[in-house]
């Protein structure tokens, strides 16, 4: 089954513990993202990547990291987390000329910092 | 002024009468229009994408680009009970970024 998969889908964590969550897609799309949803602001991009070592800013890209050694992989990583990072987070991967064409979401980790 | 803007709602609509969901967008070198669906609790899925100026139809969805007026809209007809969700408009700016509204919320009255 083609998805995109993300691990934990619920954590709670405290100020300052590095963490990272994970997000997989098993359909060798080029495009990954990662995007974070918080009430009445949205869906906001956080990171995105257009291929394996090829990572850029969206437009919150603050207090966060991504990797993207693998074409499947595009982990995200919180080294020292804040509670303003208490958010709804998707991973997302697409196909298409512009790499968006077709975005196919993961099914949301839910991140509170407490 | 924020880069994609929708109605928040809610907005309540009949079964079987015409949904129409609004969208409008700043940045007028925006090439690729998208319109998503979230239930609640769940992750958005991709229903409508749409490129050029006009209509576009897909079963019982249309969508409808206007670039000069800079917005696009989303018909929704013989609405349903399961059409009931957050639709969320998305546009595509330069440099591979999807830029998002907040999203509408409908709500379809059996």
């Known amino acids: 089954e083609a998805q995109v998969t993300q691990n934990p889908r619920y954590l709670i964590t405290v100020t300052g513990k590095k963490l990272t969550v994970t997000c997989s897609q098993n359909?060798?799309?080029?495009?990954m993202s990662w995007y974070r949803q918080d009430p009445g602001l949205g869906l906001r991009q956080i990171y995105y990547?257009?291929?394996?070592?090829?990572?850029d800013k969206g437009d919150v890209p603050e207090g966060y990291k991504v990797s993207r050694k693998e074409k499947r992989n595009f982990p995200l990583i919180l080294e020292s987390p804040s509670p303003n990072q208490t958010s709804l987070y998707f991973c997302?991967?697409?196909?298409?000329?512009?790499?968006?064409?077709?975005?196919?979401f993961g099914p949301g980790t839910r991140l509170t910092v407490l | 002024q924020k880069e994609v803007e929708q109605n928040s709602g809610p907005l309540s609509v009949p079964e079987g009468a015409i949904a129409s969901l609004n969208c409008t967008y700043s940045d007028r070198g925006s090439q690729s229009f998208f319109w998503y669906r979230q239930y609640s609790g769940k992750s958005p899925e991709l229903i409508m994408s749409i490129y050029s100026n006009g209509d576009k139809e897909d079963g019982r969805f249309t969508a409808q680009l206007n670039k000069a007026s800079q917005y696009v809209s989303l018909l929704i007809r013989d609405s349903q009970p399961s059409d009931s969700a957050t639709y969320l408009c998305?546009?595509?700016?330069?440099?591979?970024?999807?830029?998002f509204g907040q999203g509408t919320r409908l709500t379809i009255n059996p």
């Open positions: 997302a991967s697409g196909v298409g000329s512009n790499g968006a064409d077709t975005q196919y």
């Open positions: 990547s257009m291929n394996v070592e090829v990572t």
């Open positions: 998305a546009v595509f700016r330069g440099a591979q970024k999807l830029v």
């Open positions: 359909m060798n799309h080029e495009y």
